[in-house]
């Protein structure tokens, strides 16, 4: 699964990278440890262009009864994702980015667990692959998201048995098209980042909590 990653990069830097329309007056600070149920950065289309939107992280499914369903929500696995009904919707014509430069597991050393991160061989933010929808309640719309995880590479393995599907810079607008309908070439896209062009390192046990949202998550320690 995901379950916590991380945008420290400048909003601007970021916009450059992925070519994305933002409203100027929202502002986006560095962000060390997100969480699920927090507000994260996406990026959809609007038929023709990028447009980046935040969005709460935890699906939560147009036709759902209770908005809390979200909190388990966070993450859609490739292999299913176009069959659960949470998920096949918005799998049709509901794909959005989600950016981030690193993102967080854990591996069980024993009793305990030592986070790790990942991140790319040139330290450079990268897009998850997301889907995202709308649910209405008194009509106050809530724009949630989630993200797919996939098979892990040789890097994440080390680590955990699942890890987010990277999208290559060449899916992205095939991704975003909601004309594309092709289910077996998009579920193609959702395959393990290459190994060779990551890293991971393990980090403080402050990233346990959320309300640790600091910049020394990012820094590597010695590893145990």
Known sequence: MCGRFS??????????????????????????????????????????????????????????KDVKIGYKMINARAESVDEKPS??????????????DGFYEWKKEGKNKQPFRFVLQK???????????????????????TIITTKPNKVA?????????????????????????DTNYLKSLLAPYPAREMKAYPVSQIVNSPKNDVVECLSPINSM
Not at 87 to 100: E, M, W
Not at 127 to 142: H, Y
Not at 157 to 181: C, F, G, N, S, T
Request: aromatic content about 14%; glycine content about 6%.
């Open 157 to 181: 393995e080390e680590i955990h048995d699942r890890m987010p599907v990277i999208l290559k810079e060449d899916a992205y607008d095939i991704w975003l098209d909601p004309k594309m309908d």
């Open 123 to 145: 330290e450079t933010p990268f897009a998850f692959a997301g889907l995202w929808d709308r649910w209405d309640k008194d009509g106050e719309p809530l724009y949630t998201c």
């Open 7 to 64: 945008l420290t990069t400048n909003i601007f830097e970021v916009q450059k990278q992925f070519d994305f329309d933002f409203n100027d007056e929202i502002k986006i600070n560095p962000r060390f440890n997100i969480a699920p149920s927090q507000q994260v950065l996406t990026i959809g289309s609007d038929g023709g262009n990028r447009v980046g939107t935040m969005m709460k992280w935890g699906l939560v499914p147009f036709w759902s």
């Open 87 to 100: 998920f096949k919707t918005p799998f049709k014509s509901r794909r959005c980015l989600i950016l981030a």
